[in-house]
């Protein structure tokens, strides 16, 4: 006894230790239990001493948004005096009403949770700040004013009788969007590069296990008010949906629709136009002849992305609605820019080839065209039929589902162009149907030099000649010798340049 009475405290490793040993199940149990949390987690030896104690706090959790019904607010005999119809035209009207709600308080979190802070403790500049965050006060008072004449539209039981007329004299105040909407691409940008600032990233981190940020990161607050603006037709088609057609609302309702989807087409006209102006920006030509003159015409941009070429390598390719540019992602002074791969393609030169799964070899290069490339998948060609151009690019996509829609892209934009400027309509080959059949026999002559001129990049010098050598297929109407002259010819140069 003696013996564990003079027993050190501290090489007692839990309370636990200090309990006799017992028979007694619950007394074991009581034990065991306070052994298990003095011992998680800590991993210590028992030698070690022990720690002040201190309580343990856990992460606060999220605020959560009120999601009561409009039907929960009444007592069983209020609810039974309304049809459920009617019922159900409340609640969709009620819903665009808290949405309002909910968007207010973002938008003031926004300010004052993230933007204040930020500029007091110089975090960022103030230009920085109004580049990111734009001018989000002048929206809430916006919103405040169509939560004023819904509570002024509201009778003494909580209804809502006629709302067509509040929302048609309302929705034209969303044009203030325009501008916000449009530098949305060019805000993103300069936050994600900012996040690579250690201060920045602790400041955000810290707001994101914040419970008023409820698990959404600064951009997800931004990024708000636009998509509330794509929810305004689908809350007020509900509304209509649940409204009878003889009730006084239904005209009111369908010119609100038409309303809003007018600015919401203005809107995203605007925004492409910005997002357009935004990657024509971005462009780095190697030499100025790069530069066509329809990019000062291109006002959308129809499609972008990463695709692959013949030789494997990754391109960033542009689809706007006069030319196809493809480029190569490169940074300069710590700016992310497009470096121009060879020469912009006019659209209204494109002839677009479908190819099938393993009609091409991808991954070779000159040599790849004597060898067993690899089966290629998610395949299409774009080739130019302007001889000053004289392009064939071989594209492979991740999937099918991309790949469609470039194929979509493509096609619309060709179609798009006048009638009198575009490229002869072509057979699955990429070739007219006139000289398929003689592009078919001097096939086996150029087919090697075809496949160089989609891997390879010329250098900067062979610009100054006007893109000759492997860019430029002969026509149809050179002679045999004049094609095997040409084939000879750049091959030679090839091999003299190292290309």
Not at 444 to 462: F, K, L, M, T, Y
Request: net charge positive.
């Amino acid at each position: 006894l003696t013996k564990y009475m003079l027993r050190p405290l501290s090489r007692v490793s839990s309370l636990a230790n200090l309990i006799s040993p017992s028979k007694n199940g619950a007394v074991r149990r009581f034990g065991q239990t306070i052994q298990s949390m003095s011992m998680r987690g800590d991993g210590k030896s028992p030698g070690a001493p022990l720690k002040a104690c201190s309580k343990v706090v856990g992460p606060t959790p999220p605020k959560r948004r009120n999601s009561t019904l409009w039907s929960e607010t009444l007592d069983v005999h209020q609810k039974s005096t309304f049809s459920t119809k009617e019922i159900k035209r409340q609640e969709a009207i009620h819903e665009l009403s808290r949405g309002e709600h909910d968007l207010i308080e973002d938008l003031q979190v926004a300010r004052k949770a993230y933007h204040d802070p930020m500029l007091k403790l110089s975090i960022m500049t103030e230009e920085e700040l109004t580049q990111i965050f734009g001018d989000l006060d002048a929206y809430i008072p916006l919103h405040e004013d169509l939560l004023d004449k819904l509570a002024k539209g509201t009778s003494s039981d909580g209804t809502v009788g006629q709302i067509g007329q509040i929302v048609m004299d309302w929705l034209p105040g969303l044009n203030a969007y325009r501008d916000y909407c449009s530098h949305q691409l060019a805000a993103k940008a300069l936050l994600d590069q900012k996040k690579q600032d250690r201060r920045v990233q602790d400041f955000l981190q810290r707001c994101l296990e914040s419970p008023f940020s409820r698990k959404l990161d600064l951009w997800s607050f931004l990024d708000i008010p636009r998509s509330r603006l794509v929810k305004y037709p689908l809350l007020l088609r509900e509304i209509l949906r649940h409204t009878p057609p003889e009730h006084a609302d239904v005209p009111h309702l369908e010119k609100a629709i038409t309303i809003i989807q007018g600015v919401l087409s203005d809107i995203n006209t605007r925004k492409g136009e910005s997002e357009c102006q935004y990657y024509i920006d971005k462009l780095e030509y190697l030499d100025d002849r790069q530069r066509d003159p329809l990019i000062d015409h291109c006002k959308t941009l129809l499609c972008h992305g990463e695709l692959r070429n013949k030789s494997g390598s990754k391109l960033h390719v542009f689809l706007f609605s006069e030319l196809l540019v493809l480029t190569r992602p490169v940074t300069r002074n710590e700016r992310s820019c497009f470096q121009v791969y060879r020469q912009p393609l006019p659209v209204r030169d494109l002839a677009l080839e479908d190819l099938q799964d393993g009609d091409v070899r991808m991954g070779g290069s000159f040599r790849g065209a004597f060898s067993q490339g690899e089966k290629a998948k998610n395949v299409f060609r774009v080739t130019s039929l302007d001889p000053s151009h004289g392009q064939s690019h071989t594209l492979q996509v991740n999937d099918i589902f991309h790949k469609q829609q470039w194929l979509n892209c493509l096609r619309s934009a060709i179609a798009a162009q006048p009638q009198q400027q575009r490229a002869p309509v072509r057979d699955r080959r990429g070739v007219s149907e006139g000289t398929a059949m003689t592009r078919a026999k001097r096939r086996a002559s150029v087919v090697s030099v075809e496949g160089a001129d989609e891997n390879d990049c010329p250098r900067i010098a062979d610009l100054s000649q006007g893109l000759k050598g492997t860019e430029m297929l002969p026509r149809s109407g050179s002679s045999g010798k004049m094609k095997r002259d040409w084939s000879h010819g750049s091959l030679q140069r090839r091999k003299e340049t190292g290309v």
